[in-house]
T-cell receptor
Framework: GAVVSQHPSWVICKSGTSVKIECRSL??????MFWYRQFPKQSLMLMAT?????????EQGVEKDKFLINHASLTLSTLTVTSAHPEDSSFYIC???????????FGQGTRLTVV | SQQGEEDPQALSIQEGENATMNCSYK?????LQWYRQNSGRGLVHLIL?????REKHSGRLRVTLDTSKKSSSLLITASRAADTASYFC??????????FGKGTRLSVIA
């Protein structure tokens, strides 16, 4: 199957700093990428949908100024958690798909810990 | 977008047994997808079944779809310890994003 690489796989940062997570589709062009967060023993919560070259669509309750998403190319999307707080500590997962209705391919996730 | 609801929430079986999990959804779909998540990892796509298909096989996986009942089932035959994971269904219509329910946590005991 297609490969989505997410980096870093884990990061620890201090409160108040910003953290950038990258999501790359390695062997296909992704028209759409999705960002999720997951708390322990819970399901994935969709945060936003990003389409290449346009602004991301955020789900209700997700602060767009805090979670900055950039989808600059068909193979790269980034999520920046700005002014991180301990409650932002979570598992963040990206996914990408080629076209609407097709299967999605997921990155391996990023464990963010804010101290 | 709509999320599927998986049932049961947890399932524990012995190695070699079959595991069946179900998914229900609310509105019409173009296709339905099943994914697996191992603990602390991203999701892995398992199988996609289109709305005009009733059954699909992939290795030890068998998926059925009943659009009249708005339900799907995933059967894993001859389960192995490595099948231990959470399983999610994702009903898809149009350009909707994948939204996930709570999933089924499968434990296969060796």
């Amino acid at each position: 199957g297609a490969v989505v690489s997410q980096h870093p796989s884990w990061v620890i940062c201090k409160s108040g700093t910003s953290v950038k997570i990258e999501c790359r589709s390695l062997d296909f062009q992704a028209t759409t990428m999705f960002w999720y967060r997951q708390f322990p023993k819970q399901s994935l919560m969709l945060m936003a949908t990003s389409n290449e070259g346009s602004k991301a669509t955020y789900e209700q309750g997700v602060e767009k100024d805090k979670f900055l998403i950039n989808h600059a190319s068909l193979t790269l999307s980034t999520l920046t958690v700005t002014s991180a707080h301990p409650e932002d500590s979570s598992f963040y997962i990206c996914s990408a798909r080629v076209a609407a209705g097709t299967e999605a391919f997921f990155g391996q996730g990023t464990r963010l810990t804010v101290v | 977008s709509q999320q599927g609801e998986e049932d049961p929430q947890a399932l524990s079986i012995q190695e070699g047994e079959n595991a069946t999990m179900n998914c229900s959804y609310k509105t019409s779909i173009n296709n339905l997808q099943w994914y697996r998540q191992n603990s602390g990892r991203g999701l892995v796509h398992l199988i996609l079944i289109r709305s005009n298909e009733r059954e699909k096989h992939s290795g030890r996986l068998r998926v059925t779809l009943d659009t009249s009942k708005k339900s799907s089932s995933l059967l894993i035959t001859a389960s192995r310890a490595a099948d231990t994971a959470s399983y999610f269904c994702a009903p898809i219509s149009g350009n909707t994003p994948l939204v996930f329910g709570k999933g089924t946590r499968l434990s296969v005991i060796a």
